[in-house]
């Protein structure tokens, strides 16, 4: 992010160098015209300042459908007043920081105006880093757990050592159960479901794991009846069994477990709280992030800024601008 002399990259501080930058990532074969589709036909127009009808910087004109367009139509930029490197610097910290990052952090650290505008952003980009549905289904060793989110009680003083929160059905009735699904070495998928019942979990067995894995779980769960003819291997978590070896395979849930860690370290450290209602959204965030932990911070920003393109549209459904809640 920044160069060897300490200063921000040129992207990050300069809104010409911004733009270009998005224009590099997005349309690396030439400008694609989003009215038509039409790749690298379109000549760039010079902007004209003081003309009433002035022409901005970054504007194409296409040479086929004769139509007017920049690199923020159809994205999550589009209709923003936020600078472009101010986008920019929101993608990168969010894809940097392991936990995320709090809208009050991205107001001071971006200088924006209001908490309201640094909400809204986060949002936005949290709705680009929406995931394909998974190209093919989780194979091989898949860790299939639930945990609970949230909520005002206060765990600890309900579950008696040697419990764990689950076990206490009056510790987690306001919080929100979310079930991750993780293939062993691979990614990860998080479902905020209402309720933890076999009912529930099929749908998202059946869409995310096939036939021939090997599921593990823990024992307290029903996540074993949601199965279907799945192979399945527990762990006796009530009884402090973590992992056991059996003709050599790893029996454990201590991966998915893991990425829970993260998940909640990230709702209590950084966003203090999440709703039931912006749950998905928040979950999208913390997957993607996780999925793409091998790489090194630059690529998991530019990967996530190819994703901003064809999210404008779909905005309004999931975003409620007024709710203030991180
Ligand atoms: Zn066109």
């Given at each position: 992010m920044r160069n060897e002399t300490g200063l921000l990259a040129p992207q990050y501080r300069d809104e010409d160098a911004a733009r270009e930058h998005i224009e590099k990532i997005r349309w690396p074969d030439g400008p694609v015209c989003?009215?038509?589709?039409?790749?690298?036909?379109a000549t760039k127009l010079e902007p004209r300042e003081g003309s009433k009808n002035g022409v901005r910087e970054g504007v194409w004109n296409c040479n086929g459908c004769r139509k007017q367009f920049t690199i923020?139509?159809?994205?999550?930029?589009?209709?923003?007043?936020?600078p472009l490197h101010k986008w920019l610097l929101a993608i990168h910290l969010m894809c940097s920081s392991k936990k995320g990052i709090s809208a009050h952090q991205l107001m001071r650290n971006l200088d924006l105006g209001s908490y309201r505008t640094a909400w809204f952003m986060a949002h936005r980009i949290r709705w680009a880093l929406?995931?394909?549905?998974?190209?093919?289904l989780f194979g091989g060793i898949v860790e299939m757990d639930e945990t609970y989110i949230g909520g005002?009680?206060?765990?600890q003083q309900l579950v008696k050592p040697?419990?764990?929160?689950?076990?206490?059905l009056e510790a987690i009735s306001n919080k929100a159960p979310v079930v991750s699904v993780l293939q062993r070495g691979g990614s990860v998928r998080s479902y905020h479901v209402e309720k933890v019942t076999a009912k529930n979990l099929k749908p998202i067995v059946n869409e995310m794991i096939a036939e021939d894995a090997h599921l593990m779980t823990d024992t307290?769960?029903?996540?074993a009846s949601a199965r279907g003819k799945r192979k399945l291997s527990q762990v006796n978590h009530s009884a402090k069994e973590y992992v056991r070896y059996e003709s050599g395979e790893k029996i454990t849930t201590n991966t998915v477990e893991g990425y829970f860690s993260i998940l909640k370290r990230g709702n209590i450290?950084?966003?203090?709280h999440w709703s039931k209602k912006y749950m998905g959204q928040y979950l999208r965030e913390f997957d993607w992030r996780y999925n793409a932990r091998k790489l090194p911070d630059m690529e998991r920003t530019l990967i996530a800024l190819k994703m901003t393109g064809g999210k404008r549209l779909m905005l309004?459904?999931?975003?409620?601008?007024?709710r203030r809640d991180d």
């Open positions: 989003p009215h038509c589709g039409l790749v690298n036909e923020t139509v159809g994205s999550i930029f589009e209709d923003s007043h936020i929406t995931q394909e549905p998974v190209k093919g005002k009680l206060r765990v040697g419990e764990r929160p689950k076990d206490r307290s769960t029903v996540l450290g950084i966003y203090h309004k459904t999931p975003i409620n601008e007024k």
